[in-house]
């Protein structure tokens, strides 16, 4: 099946193979070969000398007479029962036998410490279920247990190596067998340091107990702080309680006795202003409050002139006055202590109620209830899942595919595979509407067209046309990102990289899927036309979907008789057969209305899915990249019959390969680069969530470049993020931070 030629393949697995391995400079890890696999050669036993091990790891050393081992899966022993390495294959083995021998690892780093520098320190241990005849218990290590750095290579004659560690493990780090334990620190360096080592060191007169044993070292990491996360606290947006929605604004804040705004509410009451430009249908009570002092009559009006104040400033922001109302409550209803100066200053306020169109109130609500951590989610919540940066093929559940007859069996495995991108540009060139389609959850099919936009604007195409797309996000041009009100599917991070590159491109956004009144008189003319009976029915409601789309894409053939299409959706809409229940699909109506046939390629029928849902041919597919698939210069569409094929063009998609549990396609398709991200270094805990903002966008708003989520501390993962500057809101249960990144 795989019939590639030669060159293509070598593009596209050298360029993931090196965006893999090449990111930024900053915060990246300073040890060479830090998991042990570039290795000279794998031993199949033990080491004798430490010569041994050098030889056999590359960049390491052993600073002593020891003799640590490189452990594979090849090394094969009667006295060691290796367990699996903590990432990748290889790990080091070490042996400690009391203040009378130690094993241990070195190596020079990959740039020397910066003194004055603080420096975030991390490498992960084990002990193997069994060592020469004995089976290891749960062990204690100790303060002279760690990472020593120096100023030069230890080669000593010694079997045990004197001085105290930097980052010691400690007596709270225990080590069990066959689990691996994280052990981390920090250190400001206070010399230029070159060199590294790790194991049980030994000072005269020590008196701790040292580790005895048999252990695995794996994953050793220095990493400098590149600039510091600060404590983080979001504007907060709705408050939904009982149906009631208040719009929850901090530090709008007035003198004693006056109705004259502090300059700190300015800054709040613009973030105000931006919300109620987002959502157009939203209406406003605002209600003043005042603290205790003084009379009843006496602070109604001065909480009803504190409203008014803000009443005017959002006027002047050009909010449209009908949507406001003010009134006040004097100190009718406190929300602090009135005997504290901090309690009446909280008094001192104005809270919003929101009322009016909120027909889509997540979309209002914030970046905290879009992306949330999978344990909050519903297993069933595939979309939100595809949120928080995580990809699997069990979200991808279309409708069970068709029954393969023998025919398309025989003709399937009779066809070549060829690259995609080539054959759809090339196809679909001199025409004027090219749809198509993807599964909402699985981002990989979006992911493909981005790597196809720059080409298909240079052909001419200036429209593309989004079914996530809604209609309420009337600035997104001028903004030229996407907001939590943009879309739906459009908060997934790759579907906002979709967004962006087109907008920056320049191209035109259009939101075709119909609303209320267009679904109203599409329902209104089929009826009249005899092509639906009751206007209620599932059927002539898809019927009129489907005929509403298509007359939405139409007009911009009206308003530019130039114009080139892109329409990206995420169903079965862009069939040029009639769909199952026999009505005609938005593709056939759109040729109907147009005299226009659309170039229709499918990204659904042949990429990985849930096992339910997976189509059989799937299978027996042995791609490496986007694929068509071709039989006598011919292209195959599965479903096709003898009269007509269900669209122009299928893509067939690899298998995803996750690399520290992202998919190799975001750095194949968008071009980005790896930032490896640690919680533990900013004081996190887990599971902790990373949204990456392009600097300049508001975090608040903006659907992030990438998100991550990390569930537990085995998890490593980076962030996927093009060059640029980013701001990172970083968080776990109980704390939000913000850091500044640079990508190179």
Same mark, same amino acid.
């Given at each position: 099946?795989?019939?590639?030629?030669?060159?293509?393949?070598?593009?596209? =697995?050298?360029?993931?193979?090196?965006?893999?391995?090449? #990111?930024?400079?900053?915060?990246?890890?300073?040890?060479?070969?830090?998991?042990?696999?570039?290795?000279?050669?794998?031993?199949?036993?033990?080491?004798?000398?430490?010569?041994?091990?050098?030889?056999?790891?590359?960049?390491?050393?052993?600073?002593? @007479?020891?003799?640590?081992?490189?452990?594979?899966?090849?090394?094969?022993?009667?006295?060691?029962?290796?367990?699996?390495?903590?990432?990748?294959?290889?790990?080091?083995?070490?042996?400690?036998?009391?203040?009378?021998?130690?094993?241990?690892?070195?190596?020079?780093?990959?740039?020397?410490?910066?003194?004055?520098?603080?420096?975030?320190? @991390?490498?992960?241990?084990?002990?193997?279920?069994?060592?020469?005849?004995?089976?290891?218990?749960?062990?204690?290590?100790?303060?002279?247990?760690?990472?020593?750095?120096?100023?030069?290579?230890?080669?000593?004659?010694?079997?045990? $190596?004197?001085?105290?560690?930097?980052?010691?493990?400690?007596?709270?780090?225990?080590?069990?067998?066959?689990?691996?334990?994280?052990?981390?620190?920090?250190?400001?360096?206070?010399?230029?340091?070159?060199?590294?080592?790790?194991?049980?060191?030994?000072?005269?007169?020590?008196?701790?107990?040292?580790?005895?044993?048999?252990?695995?070292?794996?994953?050793?990491?220095?990493?400098?702080? *590149?600039?510091?996360?600060?404590?983080?606290?979001?504007?907060?947006? !709705?408050?939904?309680?009982?149906?009631?929605?208040?719009?929850?604004?901090?530090?709008?804040?007035? *003198?004693?006795?006056?109705? *004259?705004?502090?300059?700190?509410?300015?800054?709040?009451?613009?973030?105000?202003?931006?919300?109620?430009?987002?959502?157009?249908?939203?209406?406003?009570?605002?209600? %003043?409050?005042?603290?205790?002092?003084? #009379?009843?009559?006496?602070?109604?009006?001065?909480?009803?002139?504190?409203?008014?104040?803000?009443?005017?400033?959002?006027?002047? %922001?050009?909010?449209?006055?009908?949507?406001?109302?003010?009134?006040?409550?004097?100190?009718?209803?406190?929300?602090?202590?009135?005997?504290?100066?901090?309690?009446?200053?909280?008094?001192?306020?104005?809270?919003?109620?929101?009322?009016?169109?909120?027909?889509?109130?997540?979309?209002?609500?914030?970046?905290?209830?879009?992306?949330?951590?999978?344990?909050?989610?519903?297993?069933?919540?595939?979309?939100?899942?595809?949120?928080?940066?995580?990809?699997?093929?069990?979200?991808?559940?279309?409708?069970?595919?068709?029954?393969?007859?023998?025919?398309?069996?025989?003709?399937?495995?009779?066809?070549?595979?060829?690259?995609?991108?080539?054959?759809?540009?090339?196809?679909?060139?001199?025409?004027?509407?090219?749809?198509?389609?993807?599964?909402?959850?699985?981002?990989?099919?979006?992911?493909?067209?981005?790597?196809?936009?720059?080409?298909?604007?240079?052909?001419?195409?200036?429209?593309?046309?989004?079914?996530?797309? #809604?209609?309420?996000?009337?600035?997104?041009?001028?903004?030229?990102?996407?907001?939590?009100?943009?879309?739906?599917?459009?908060? *997934?991070?790759? !579907?906002?990289?979709?967004?962006?590159?087109?907008?920056?491109? %320049?191209?035109? &956004?259009?939101?075709?899927?119909?609303?209320?009144?267009?679904? @109203?008189?599409?329902?209104?003319?089929?009826?009249?036309?005899?092509?639906?009976?009751?206007?209620?029915?599932?059927?002539?409601?898809?019927?009129?979907?489907?005929?509403?789309?298509?007359?939405? &894409?139409?007009?911009?053939?009206?308003?530019?008789?130039?114009?080139?299409?892109?329409?990206?959706?995420?169903? +079965?809409?862009?069939?040029?057969?009639?769909?199952?229940?026999?009505?005609?699909?938005?593709?056939?109506?759109?040729?109907?209305?147009?005299?226009?046939?659309?170039?229709?390629?499918?990204?659904?029928?042949?990429?990985?899915?849930?096992?339910?849902?997976?189509?059989?041919?799937?299978?027996?597919?042995?791609?490496?990249?986007?694929?068509?698939?071709?039989?006598?210069?011919?292209?195959?569409?599965?479903?096709?019959?003898?009269?007509?094929?269900?669209?122009?063009?299928?893509?067939?998609?690899?298998?995803?390969?996750?690399?520290?549990?992202?998919?190799?396609?975001?750095?194949?398709?968008?071009?980005?680069?790896?930032?490896?991200?640690?919680?533990?270094?900013?004081?996190?805990?887990?599971?902790?969530?990373? $949204?990456?903002?392009?600097?300049?966008?508001?975090?608040?708003?903006?659907?992030?470049? +990438?998100?991550?989520?990390?569930?537990?501390?085995?998890?490593?993962?980076?962030?996927?993020?093009? =060059?640029?500057?980013?701001?990172?809101?970083?968080?776990?249960?109980?704390?939000?931070?913000?850091?500044?990144?640079?990508?190179?």
């Amino acid at each position: 099946m795989d019939s590639f030629r030669p060159f293509r393949v070598f593009r596209w =697995t050298l360029m993931g193979l090196m965006l893999w391995m090449v #990111g930024p400079s900053q915060g990246q890890n300073i040890v060479p070969n830090a998991s042990f696999e570039a290795c000279n050669h794998l031993p199949t036993v033990m080491s004798k000398t430490g010569l041994d091990f050098e030889r056999a790891a590359k960049t390491w050393v052993v600073p002593n @007479e020891a003799s640590t081992d490189l452990i594979s899966p090849r090394l094969q022993s009667r006295n060691l029962n290796a367990c699996q390495a903590h990432s990748g294959k290889n790990m080091a083995g070490i042996v400690i036998n009391g203040d009378f021998w130690s094993e241990y690892v070195g190596i020079k780093l990959k740039a020397p410490l910066v003194p004055g520098q603080k420096y975030y320190i @991390e490498y992960w241990i084990s002990m193997p279920s069994f060592y020469s005849r004995r089976k290891p218990v749960a062990k204690a290590l100790n303060d002279y247990f760690g990472l020593r750095f120096d100023r030069k290579r230890y080669h000593f004659d010694k079997r045990i $190596l004197n001085g105290k560690p930097q980052v010691p493990a400690g007596t709270s780090t225990f080590v069990e067998p066959e689990k691996w334990t994280k052990v981390s620190g920090t250190f400001v360096a206070d010399s230029s340091h070159t060199h590294l080592y790790v194991g049980q060191f030994w000072e005269s007169g020590q008196t701790e107990e040292l580790a005895i044993g048999y252990f695995f070292l794996d994953d050793i990491y220095v990493e400098a702080f *590149e600039s510091k996360a600060v404590d983080y606290e979001p504007s907060r947006y !709705y408050k939904i309680e009982n149906g009631v929605a208040s719009v929850i604004m901090d530090n709008i804040y007035f *003198e004693t006795d006056r109705y *004259e705004l502090k300059e700190e509410s300015y800054n709040e009451l613009k973030k105000l202003v931006r919300i109620l430009e987002k959502n157009p249908g939203l209406q406003l009570n605002i209600q %003043g409050h005042t603290d205790a002092e003084g #009379g009843q009559s006496h602070n109604l009006t001065l909480s009803a002139n504190r409203a008014k104040t803000v009443y005017e400033y959002l006027v002047e %922001g050009g909010i449209n006055p009908n949507r406001l109302t003010s009134k006040g409550y004097g100190f009718s209803k406190p929300i602090a202590d009135n005997e504290t100066d901090l309690g009446r200053q909280k008094n001192r306020r104005v809270d919003f109620v929101a009322s009016g169109a909120l027909s889509n109130r997540q979309a209002a609500l914030g970046p905290e209830y879009v992306y949330r951590f999978s344990e909050d989610l519903s297993p069933d919540d595939r979309l939100s899942r595809a949120f928080n940066g995580y990809y699997s093929k069990e979200w991808n559940c279309p409708p069970p595919p068709a029954e393969v007859t023998p025919s398309q069996s025989r003709q399937f495995q009779a066809c070549q595979a060829t690259d995609a991108q080539e054959i759809v540009l090339a196809q679909s060139k001199n025409k004027r509407a090219v749809f198509f389609n993807e599964s909402a959850a699985n981002p990989q099919g979006r992911a493909f067209l981005h790597s196809l936009l720059q080409s298909y604007y240079d052909e001419g195409f200036k429209y593309l046309c989004l079914q996530a797309l #809604g209609h309420q996000d009337k600035d997104l041009a001028n903004r030229a990102y996407p907001v939590l009100n943009t879309g739906i599917a459009t908060k *997934e991070a790759t !579907y906002g990289q979709l967004i962006r590159s087109a907008l920056q491109m %320049g191209f035109e &956004l259009v939101a075709f899927e119909p609303q209320k009144e267009e679904m @109203e008189k599409a329902l209104n003319i089929l009826k009249r036309q005899g092509q639906i009976g009751d206007a209620n029915s599932a059927t002539a409601l898809e019927q009129a979907r489907q005929w509403a789309r298509a007359m939405n &894409l139409i007009r911009l053939f009206k308003k530019d008789s130039a114009a080139k299409l892109l329409v990206l959706v995420n169903d +079965d809409s862009i069939r040029e057969t009639t769909q199952a229940d026999g009505s005609p699909s938005m593709a056939q109506r759109f040729q109907q209305f147009s005299n226009t046939n659309p170039f229709t390629i499918d990204q659904r029928t042949l990429s990985e899915a849930c096992a339910e849902s997976q189509h059989p041919l799937y299978a027996k597919l042995n791609i490496q990249q986007p694929s068509v698939l071709s039989q006598r210069n011919k292209t195959f569409v599965l479903g096709q019959d003898t009269d007509a094929a269900p669209y122009d063009l299928q893509v067939a998609h690899p298998p995803t390969k996750l690399h520290q549990g992202r998919p190799n396609w975001l750095a194949t398709y968008l071009d980005r680069n790896p930032y490896p991200f640690n919680p533990n270094k900013h004081g996190l805990s887990y599971p902790c969530l990373v $949204l990456a903002y392009a600097q300049g966008e508001d975090v608040q708003h903006a659907v992030p470049v +990438d998100v991550i989520e990390m569930k537990n501390a085995d998890e490593r993962k980076s962030l996927f993020l093009p =060059t640029g500057n980013y701001t990172l809101i970083l968080k776990d249960k109980g704390q939000q931070k913000k850091l500044q990144i640079q990508i190179q």
